[in-house]
């Protein structure tokens, strides 16, 4: 996941990436990543609202968000 220019991780459990384009890429700007992780909005809304660009394997996060403790 890409929330640029604060952040890049890898958050689900996958192939170890070091170079390039990995195989399943998310971008999403940091306020929609933080509605997302609140649950202020849904993976859905934010896909469908063009919020989101997600492609590849695993590129659907809508199982982990909203994030609970």
């Not at 971008?27 to 933080?34: G, N, P, S, V």
């Amino acid at each position: 996941m890409r929330v640029p220019p604060y952040a890049a991780a890898q958050v689900v459990e996958g192939v170890r990436h070091t170079r390039g384009t990995p195989p399943a890429v998310i971008e999403l700007d940091a306020t929609t990543w933080i509605a997302l992780a609140t649950g202020e909005t849904t993976w859905a809304s934010a896909v469908d609202e063009g919020k989101v660009r997600a492609s590849g394997e695993r590129a659907d996060l809508s199982p982990y968000l909203p994030i609970t403790a």
